[in-house]
């Protein structure tokens, strides 16, 4: 199973930005979908960006027109780019991806605090 491994993450000023990569241990040039979850304190973990293949992308609403998740294929990454963000985006952000059969593997998580 290919491992997953995320960085870019810290503290942050509402408003501000950060960029998280994922790199993957393999390249899987089949792969369905590769993107971002988060988990918020006390909270399920929940979806926040998604790119396929094919490089259509897929958003929540609660990030929409501020993060934008995108990936470079020859070096195995997938990128978030997060832009104004809120104290509501605090959490701990997973990337995951999915092979052609849906099976999913998931990284460590990196941690993203937006305080003042």
């Known amino acids: 199973q290919v491992q997953l491994v995320e960085s870019g993450g810290g503290l942050v000023q509402p408003g501000g930005s950060l960029r998280l990569s994922c790199e993957a241990s393999?390249?899987?040039?089949?792969?369905?979908?590769w993107g971002w979850f988060r988990q918020r304190a006390g909270r399920q973990r929940e979806f926040v960006a998604t790119i396929f293949n094919n490089g259509k992308t897929n958003y929540d609403l609660s990030v929409k027109g501020r993060f934008t998740i995108s990936m470079d294929k020859a070096k195995n990454m997938v990128y978030l780019s997060m832009n104004d963000l809120k104290p509501e985006d605090t959490a701990d952000y997973f990337c995951?991806?999915?092979?052609?059969?849906?099976?999913?593997?998931w990284g460590q998580g990196t941690q993203v605090t937006v305080s003042s």
């Open positions: 995951y991806q999915d092979t052609p059969e849906r099976a999913r593997a």
């Open positions: 393999a390249r899987n040039p089949d792969f369905y979908g």
